[in-house]
């Protein structure tokens, strides 16, 4: 990019962030502290602008402004070419559109059908009385029992790969088997770029092993004291800076547990004030007013799920106080610009067609699919609080979780980080692949619910949360599928003996003893290429 | 790049080939080739395209220059190159910059495109991935040198003195009684045009949070279109 678009570029963003931060809370707070400032009694009026700057500075609240203004940057779309309809800059490439596209259809149409076999309607309004008991157990509500065996989940990761594998690129040279160009041993048969060794060792080098990492030199048996007081202490520093970046920058290393709470807050610019405890009571008396068929969904999807699993059952209620006021924040529908999905619309009863009847089902425009509770289980390790609960989960999932049920072409997206587990596994570890090919195991069928859950559920919590730290630290999801990766090396040994599918499942069956990092640390830097 | 793209005929990708023209020999390379029927020779500023698989680009132009003005032997009928192979997917193996919308300025061409008779694309694409490459909806537009816009006076610059004198004897005459000088209404309705101006600069797009319409929110089911 040329220095003259570099600098028409820049003033683009910055109208656009100046506009966003426009409506936010933290303009009047800064027009206020601004006031206060002005009218003190030794500021001048020739150098009005540069007092009230520097005091503005002084007393934070410029950091909060940078704070506000580096989330802004994560969550701006890209740059479009003018001419790019709004279809192609959600997703450039015609046949990936086209998957996505079939993918919802398919949804929408299960979702349909489960309303007209059940004669459930897709919303109602809740009676009074109804609204009225709903409000009295809202702290309990996972001793409520409905009966939901008649519902089932509106797809599983299983279903969601099956449509993946079929995608291909109708001008890729692959798609005759004699014309064959693309070697890959794997499933997915799409010509994405993936990152490859030398450049993950690159991204993650501050994970490498000669740098002191929380989770790896604090559980070992002849440091560990020395190593988490010092972390504690520069993690005291950091959160004490109340700046994004730097925490960022912290969490490359771990967070400690007791910090971490604070740490992904400040990561994420998530404050929590007293808008957004009214915000939060809003989105809980809309739950009261209608119920939606998304609720019973949620309902089955966290009694499947959660209660099932030893870490997490005993946050059943809190789990349903985030998912289901979750589904009615229509604030989730900004994440859609950068998404290639769009949520789906509905008409009023009676007024079909109508676009001034045309809304949004669910508000959020996201329905929840097979395991999808697990996204916000693990949360409630960090904050005990529903409400700021709440807003990390929203911004976990609108900067990073959408990825990994919708169908792009993004670096990130879920078929690119299945691409890099089958490249990374080919080229490191060609015997184990071709051994669990010839068997019929093929890796990614065991990996997938993996990386689709982003590993919640399937590790134990604490490990779960050093990995979910390293995803905001580097803002990247890409190491899912190099963990992956790694799990399949550090059990090569009892996979090359498996001469069954169901061998191979059984062995990568229970990862909870697994030590995340160490075996992260291995994959990464001893690999020779 | 507001002006309308100028009137051509683009032939359909000519794939080069070498040796026998029935041998099978992917080459990786062809040729667009671009007339302009109407127009005799055009500055050109912008092209753009969208980009359908094609690795690298090479954009050649005809230039009309009378035979006097050029100093080369091969007169009219001289090729030059304006653009040298410039990469539209960085990895020609893979995905990225595949189905991207391209623009091309003068800025990035290394030769000034002026009195342009024909212009020729050049696409190569190297890896055997791809069974098809072209680019698509090629539009080019004609360089205009920025006019400066007339800058307006004001007008009291422009105004005679005399004819002045006139309008303020007249304007003495409209005054209404009991009302006050029409100079203090104007200033007073100035200020508030000036706050309402300013209210509405201000005005928050952030939505208010509601999904429901007029509170209602029944659905039966969702819509496939």
Known sequence: ?529 | MSSKPLNCIIRKPVTLKIGEPRTDFHSGAAVIEVAMPNIKSVDLGEITFKNSYTAYLTIKVRCNFKSAETTSKYGDNKWKTILQRYPLMPNPHCEPGSQDYFTINRNMMCSEANKVAAVRFLLQQPSPVWNHFTIDEINLYEHKLEAPSPVSLPYWLLHNDEEDEELVEKNKELHIEGAPPVDNISAGLQQLWALSESVRANQTAASLGRYDIDGCYEINLLSYT
Not at chain 1, 228 to 234: A, F, G, N, V, Y
Not at chain 1, 344 to 363: F, Q
Not at chain 1, 507 to 516: E, G, N, P, S, W
């Open chain 1, 1 to 529: 990019m040329s220095a003259h678009d570099q600098s028409e570029h820049l003033s683009v963003l910055i109208a656009h962030i100046v506009k966003e931060l426009r409506g936010t809370v933290l303009h009047s707070q800064l027009k206020r502290a601004a006031q206060i400032q002005a009218a003190r009694p030794n500021v001048h009026l020739s150098d009005l602008k540069r007092e009230v700057h520097n005091a503005l500075t002084e007393t934070g609240w410029e950091r909060k402004l940078r704070n506000a203004v580096y989330k802004h940057m994560a969550l701006y779309p890209k740059i479009e070419h003018p001419l790019s309809s709004q279809d192609h800059s959600k997703e450039p490439l015609a046949y990936i559109r086209k998957a996505q596209a079939n993918w919802e259809k398919r949804i929408l149409k299960s979702l349909n059908s489960m309303c007209t076999e059940l004669s459930v309607p897709l919303a109602r309004k809740r009676p009074i009385q109804e609204q009225k008991d709903l409000k009295m157990k809202w702290n309990e509500l996972g001793t409520d029992e409905p009966d939901l065996s008649a519902f089932r989940p509106v797809y599983a990761p299983k279903d969601f790969l099956d449509v993946l594998v079929t995608i291909k690129n109708p001008n890729c040279a692959n798609s005759q088997e004699s014309n064959a160009v693309l070697h890959n041993w794997g499933l997915i048969q799409l010509p994405f770029k993936v990152k490859n060794m030398k450049e993950l060792k690159e991204q993650y080098w501050e994970l490498s092993m000669t740098e002191v990492q929380t989770g790896v030199e604090d559980a070992s048996d002849i440091i560990p004291d020395t190593t988490e007081t010092d972390r504690m202490k520069l993690g005291k520093k950091v959160l004490q800076q109340c700046h994004s970046p730097v925490a960022q920058q912290f969490a490359k290393k771990g967070c400690p547990p007791h910090q971490r709470g604070e740490m992904w807050a400040q990561i994420l610019d998530v404050v929590s004030t007293d808008n957004d405890k009214l915000y939060y009571e809003q989105l809980k008396s809309y739950v009261f007013q209608h119920d939606l068929l998304v609720d019973s969904l949620i309902y089955k999807d966290v009694k499947l799920t959660s209660t099932n699993d030893d870490n997490y059952f005993v946050f059943e209620d809190y789990l349903y106080q985030v998912l289901l006021v979750f589904s009615r924040d229509t604030q989730v529908l900004r994440h859609f610009a950068n998404s290639s999905a769009t949520p789906a619309k509905s008409y009023i009863r009676g007024k079909l067609g109508i676009e001034e009847y045309a809304v949004i089902y669910p508000p959020n425009g996201v329905i929840p699919f097979h395991g999808f509770a697990m996204f916000a289980a693990p949360l409630n390790y960090i904050h005990c609080d529903p409400i700021k609960l709440y807003f990390i989960f929203r911004e976990l999932y609108m900067r990073y979780f959408f990825r990994l049920h919708n169908i792009s072409s993004h670096p990130q997206g879920i078929v690119a980080l299945c691409v890099l587990f089958e490249s990374l596994l080919q080229t490191h570890q060609p015997q184990l692949f071709y051994h669990l090919r010839e068997v019929g195991a093929q890796p990614l069928k065991i990996a997938f619910k993996w990386i689709m859950r982003a590993f919640s559920g399937f590790l134990a919590s604490d490990q779960l949360l050093q990995l979910w730290d390293r995803i905001l630290a580097y803002n990247s999801l890409e190491i899912l599928p190099v963990l992956a990766m790694a799990v399949f090396a550090f059990r090569r040994a009892n996979l090359m003996e498996v001469s069954t599918v169901q061998a191979a499942e059984a062995v990568l069956a229970d990862l909870t003893t697994l030590k995340v990092i160490p075996i992260l640390q291995v994959a990464v830097f001893s690999s020779t290429r």
